[in-house]
């Protein structure tokens, strides 16, 4: 299993410095065009690869710090490092999408000419790295919130740069300069709807909360008619990372042999793996031992 994560966690690397690459050229390219024709929309797609570029960074070295055996100071490792990175890569693009709509607004107050055509060519060739980078990162997005963030940033610049290469040919056509800033807009709204949702979940994380979909009542009830188990109470359910799934608990039978609560666990484990995908199970056995029995502890 060690060794599956190793591999995984190798090809992140390269497929993460690869789309880093591509990034930070798309980056100097779009700003480079934006200046040159006036686009404010281009020069916000090339602030958003920027920012991509530097979520790259964050997360190459989050899944380097992932990677680390765990010690007598770090037991579980430092494996919270990816929702870390996913927690600042997310952020700072909600502080971008802002600044975004400030320069929208300035320029639908003072609007100004822009070169369609130029603006097209550069952000096509925004959209064909970007188009790259989120195929680097499509499978490894499916099992890594840290990756998800990265791969939504490059998604969302992909939808960006079609919306200003639509643009821009409007512009260069019609003269819609208005066009522009509304792009802008739009760009930066998405960002924050995408943004804001990696936050939550990262949060969510984060702070131990117990993981969307499961019900800690049903989980209660499904051990309770387990054989061997009278109750379960102060029960602490978290997920250390998203592979992770942890719970805790107190769980009350007869008095018996320590030996014989070994068929019990087994039972409890086999369920919460089966049922919750719950891959982390530590039970505390006691024969009325606390006072008050409540579902989780206070």
């Not at 789309?19 to 700003?31: P, R």
């Not at 070295?61 to 890569?89: C, D, Q």
């Amino acid at each position: 299993m060690s060794h599956h994560h190793h591999g995984q966690s190798e090809t992140a690397s390269w497929r993460l410095f690869l789309a880093m690459v591509l990034n930070f050229v798309i980056t100097i390219t779009e700003i480079a065009g934006g200046l040159l024709s006036g686009s404010l929309s281009l020069v916000s797609d090339a602030l958003h690869n920027f920012s991509d570029g530097i979520a790259i960074i964050i997360s190459y070295i989050a899944v380097r710090l992932n990677k680390r055996p765990t010690t007598v100071e770090y037991t579980f490792g430092l494996k919270r490092a990816e929702i870390l990175a996913a927690i600042i890569n997310s952020s700072t693009l909600i502080i971008i999408s802002f600044f975004l709509l400030r320069e929208a607004y300035e320029r639908f107050v003072h609007p100004s000419p822009v070169s369609g055509l130029l603006m097209t060519g550069v952000a096509l060739i925004g959209l064909a790295a970007n188009v790259g980078g989120t195929m680097l990162l499509h499978k490894g997005a499916k099992s890594s919130m840290n990756l998800r963030s990265v791969y939504l940033h490059l998604l969302s610049d992909a939808a960006s740069s079609v919306a200003v290469v639509l643009g821009g040919m409007a512009i260069y056509f019609y003269n819609i300069y208005w066009l522009d800033p509304v792009l802008t807009v739009l760009i930066s709204l998405y960002i924050l709807k995408e943004s804001f949702q990696i936050t939550k979940e990262a949060i969510r994380v984060f702070m131990m909360a117990s993981p969307e979909g499961i019900s800690i009542e049903e989980l209660s009830r499904l051990i309770k008619a387990l054989p061997g188990v009278k109750n379960v109470h102060h029960i602490h359910l978290w997920r250390l990372d998203e592979h992770q799934i942890h719970f805790e608990a107190h769980v009350e039978v007869d008095d018996m042999p320590v030996s014989n609560t070994e068929k019990i666990l087994q039972d409890i484990q086999t369920l919460l793996l089966e049922k919750f995908d719950i891959n982390h199970v530590t039970v505390q056995f006691e024969t009325d031992r606390c006072a008050h029995k409540t579902l989780v502890a206070h």
